[in-house]
């Protein structure tokens, strides 16, 4: 900033006065420096009088005056313009100049509607929406339909072109996009009424970035250490952060820097102690923020992994001996280890430390030339020191000397042991047996040996035990060997060993042949039938099976080496198999001499079950009474020996028998019985079974006829009765589920000469046509036919009479329901139950007579009785009534009837 302000400064020295100073102090603020909230503005809102007939036009006032140019840097915090008619969306834009071109830097959309009309609007912008800007941009606007500022024009239009625009009815609206299509604005000499109000921007911060952190030396190259950002509070603003320095300057190579992502990696081997990083954020306008991070890295010393430790050896070796490697590690990746004996407590040079061959390992070692004496020193202990140059670590490592221990015969133990050769085909220098010793300190082992009597063999360092002379004119059948073994300090022995000599060779002998054996069929492969079982005498002998079997039989059966009889891969059909009996020859042979024998197999027959061909089978067939015959399914059955085979089913609606497939008892779909039944079926041949499924199909057909509840009905109806009046409810009724129960109506009113009456969808008959032209007491008979979705019908007459006016006495029978006792069935059980209550009414008297107490009524009725004998006695007098009789819709002559009062006396009293 100091350095504008000099730039300012010098392009004004020709200018001496005060004033002059004073213009140069402005221009520091106002134009180089920072925008100062309430101070710099970009625009003017001057009185307004014209609008722009534009539609959705776009204008730059990049005028030569310069008054809607900014000349600071910051953000647009608000915008002030002056509304006339037209409402809609405004883009309060910021251009920048891009050679002859315009980049769009940012817009604003602001709302006006009609309470904004005719008068100056402000608008602040919300900090998150603040449009950064630079010095030398330009503000515009773009309305969405008609021009919403308006402009007035200086001079009245006329003059310089000091106050000329630029248009563009195409402009993009898209931040960051550059434009090429604005021209000259064809009015001239104007101000829009449009002001950005200008603000600093905020200054960068670090504050989520980590000062410090520490890591170890073994850190891998490429590891993330740190993330460091900057942020502003301006969210459009454009920060460029920089990693600027490094203390100490030497470490700055083991560092690398992204600043776009902000992480701070690895390069190299990380330098132990601590590194500042300083990082600097720099915003649009010049901010500048720094961040000191530092990293401290701390060394991983060596480790011992196998220290301290221990080890015994013996007082007699005599060769230079490894007795440890050590393992010392160290985490930091770029140290060098190296180790040395700092001290051996008591002092000798038989122990030193050197690298292991072949290896960057040390190793401490005894010289072979070396003092050692369990009697006069038995320990000496060794301090190691390792360092990786920066820290050095210590351990000790122990070493016990050993008395020396004798070695040990592994291999001939404490009492008898024996071998056996061949005198006559053992030659010179045949190696009969091995003698094999173990010694505690792994010492360089000697053998010698002695012989009772003296024996043509010879043992060598190496534990060989050889043939030393021809075995042939031999007498001793054996010898007897006493073997002893010698370390250098100890010698252990003797062990004995027997060797018996034989020339004679004795034929083996098979001894279970001849013998039978029976074989079921479908035996396991490889299943074990028998063992043969041989003796020889020359029990050293190696002997040696081999065989052959009649009609083919090696297919089914072998011997293997060890004399057993088995079973081959191929199965063992009896159905099939030719012959039923096979015998083998078997042969064992001990390299001179064999024998033979004979084995009888029988192949027997095994029960096989019988199987179905599929696992699912189907029958289809009609619902019906029990024993209807529903179908006969295809069972496909197989039986290897040809046996008779039954079925029988897991389902009880259903009879299987011979086959054929019927219902165990009557099978009514309308009932609910369901369409599909899958039964488990069963095939046996008396002792073996196989199983599969039946799928039972039933197919619901129409076996209800529809039935109308009575043959004939009767019903009176009005000739004045509506159009739609139901007259009665007659529904048939089909035992049917599905389309078979759906019934339809139709009517047969031939009598009527028209179309009178109908049937509705449930049963109910009504009148379908005006009535009024039938006369008083016609009587028409109409027959209604009920039929199901099947075809089946059934029929009933309708009587239907128009009653007429009659003076006299009516006496008619009208067609109507039954009554409750109009049916038979009614009655039957209403009898019953009349039997069954009088009956217990007997018995409840006969218990209230039997244990009740009844003098009180017998008094109460003789009383009644003599009062009764003293009244007299009245008449009972009948007298006529007259009943009417009315008809609905019409009064008809009153009909006279005669009826009685009961009990009723002159003076209408009873005493």
Known sequence: MVHCFLLRFQGLTMYKTTFIVLILIWNINEIVGQCVAGTDIAGKTPTVATTDAGTARTFIFNSNDEDYKIKCCGFVASWEFYVGSATGTLYAQVWRPSGTDWELVGQNAITVTTGDQNALKTEPIDASQQIPVKIGDFIGFKSTAATIPMYYRTNNGVGSDNENIQFSDSATTTPGSTDTSFNQYG????????????????????????????????????????????????TLDTLTTQWTATSPAGNSGVFNYDSVTGALTTTNQLPIGTTDLTFTSTDNCGNTVTHVYSLTVTNYPPVFQNLPDTTSISEDIAVETQLKVLTVTDASLADTVTC????????????????????????????????????????????????????????????????????????????????????????????????????????????????????????????????????????????????????????????????????????????????????PENSAPSTTLYTLEKTDVNSLDTHTWTYSISSGGSVYFAVDSSGIVKTTSTPINYETITPKTFYVTAYVSDGQASASGTLTIDVSNVNEAPSFSKTTYSVTGNEGAAGATIGTPAFVVTDPEGDTVTYSLACPEFTLTSGVLTFTSDYDVDAGLATTVSCGVTVSDGSLTDTATLVVNINNINDNTPTFFRSTYSFYVTHDSTVGTVIADIPATDGDIGTFGEITYSIDQTSTGGTYFRMNSDGGLYVASDLSTFSAGTTKDIIITATDGGGLTDTTTVTIVIPGVTTTTVSTTTDRYMTFFEDTRNVAWFVACMALLVGLLILISVFIVRYGDFSWMKRLCDELSRKCRRKRRFKIRREPTEISYVEPSRVRTPASLTTWDAWKSNDHTFN
Do not use: W
Request: charged share 15%; glycine share 6%; aromatic share 8%.
């Open 187 to 234: 009015v001239t000499n104007i101000e829009f009424s449009l002001k950005a109000n200008l603000a600093p921007g905020n200054v960068p911060t670090f504050g989520a970035s980590p000062t410090s952190s520490s890591v170890t030396d073994d850190t891998a190259v490429g590891t993330p250490i740190a993330t460091v950002t900057a942020t502003d509070a301006d």
């Open 340 to 519: 040395l004996v700092n001290n051996i407590n008591p002092a000798t040079t038989d122990l030193y430390l050197r690298y292991a061959p072949g290896t960057s390992d040390y190793a401490v070692y005894l010289r072979g030339d070396n003092s050692l004496n369990y009697d006069t020193q038995r320990q000496y202990v060794i301090t190691i020191d390792c360092t990786d140059s920066k820290v050095t670590v210590q351990e000790t490592y122990t070493v016990y000397v050993l008395r020396n221990q004798q070695p040990t015969i592994t291999n001939l133990p404490a009492g008898s042991n024996s071998i056996e050769i061949a005198g006559s085909t053992t030659p010179i220098g045949t190696n009969i047996f091995t003698v094999t010793s173990t010694d505690p300190e792994n010492d360089q082992l000697h053998y010698n040996m002695t012989c009772i009597p003296a024996c043509p063999f010879k043992i060598y360092d190496s534990g060989d035990i050889q043939v030393d002379s021809s075995l042939s004119g031999l007498t001793s059948t054996a010898y007897d060997l006493f073997v002893y073994v010698y370390d250098g300090s100890t010698l252990v022995g003797p062990r004995s060993l027997t060797v018996k000599i034989s020339d004679i060779n004795t034929a083996p002998n098979i001894t279970n042949l001849p013998s039978g054996i029976v074989v």
